[in-house]
């Protein structure tokens, strides 16, 4: 395989994975933001911090989108080789190696942490005490609950004090039979809702599932693109050659004229 078609296999597979890291973040914000939606907004009205699970999607994107327009010059460099663009490519896949690997640290030494489940957890709560009150908030969290399927905030025990019955989102919902999907009734003496564990539990546990599938995702990133940066140095190296060639035979083909 030669250099640039090497090249371009490197840059397609690396804009891939920016559009994935990407999109998977910005997933995760919109994740979390539907939950921290769901509480009181008066509690946090001279809250003005921002939390890891907040934050640490938006460097993510920051990578992604770094790498989508990294591999766009790369892939233009290489099919006009022109060493001016490769130039500028070589300098920005330094900077995304740095920007990556530091990206990756910090989600796996910050992020990935016990604020980061605190933070989730008193999310989850303040939303559970917020749908007591609130019927759009009930239902919001069911949907949480069916999602993530989870039950209550601690566990499925925190309905026994003022709901006779589990809400539905605690159970499942139909059971796909030969004629017709039909509900089930979800008792507090149902198994299945008891078993279950309650959401800040669950919550906290996927969002550091998906910190630490990110970072990976990261660490790889630069890992390709110290590849990339090897591809690309060799074709520059045999760009800046082609010219010293080209002089060299000019010069004799001279020589011979004037003999």
């Not at 990206?103 to 989730?120: E, G, Q, T, W």
């Not at 969290?141 to 989102?169: H, M």
């Not at 499942?172 to 800040?200: F, Q």
Request: hydrophobic share 45%; aromatic share 10%.
């Amino acid at each position: 395989m030669s250099s640039n078609t090497c090249s371009h296999v490197l840059n397609v597979l690396y804009a891939v994975l920016g559009l994935a890291l990407a999109c998977t973040a910005l997933w995760f914000f919109v994740e979390v933001k539907e939950i921290t939606n769901l509480r009181n907004s008066n509690h946090y009205l001279l809250d003005y911090n921002l939390y890891w699970p907040q934050v640490i999607p938006w460097l993510f994107i920051i990578v992604g989108v770094l790498v989508m327009s990294i591999s766009c010059c790369g892939f233009v460099g290489t099919t006009k080789r022109k060493s001016g663009m490769l130039r500028v490519h070589i300098t920005f896949i330094g900077i995304a190696i740095v920007v990556s690997i530091a990206v990756a640290v910090i989600a796996l030494v910050f992020a990935d942490s016990k604020s980061s489940d605190n933070f989730i957890k008193d999310t989850i709560w303040d939303a559970y005490f917020q749908m007591k009150e609130d019927h759009d908030v009930e239902s919001a969290f069911g949907r949480i609950e069916r999602r993530l399927q989870c039950c209550g905030a601690e566990g499925p025990r925190d309905y026994v004090n003022w709901k006779t019955d589990f809400p539905q989102s605690c159970c499942d919902v139909y059971y796909h039979g030969w004629l017709e999907p039909y509900s089930i009734n979800c008792e507090i003496t149902n198994k299945l809702a008891n078993e279950r564990h309650g959401c800040s539990t669950v919550a906290s546990q996927y969002a550091r599932i998906i910190i630490k599938v990110l970072s990976g995702v990261t660490v790889f990133i630069a890992l390709i693109s110290i590849i990339i940066l090897s591809v690309t140095i060799k074709i520059l190296k045999s760009l800046t050659r082609r010219p010293r060639v080209m002089q060299a035979q000019h010069e004799s083909e001279s020589k011979k004229v004037l003999i």
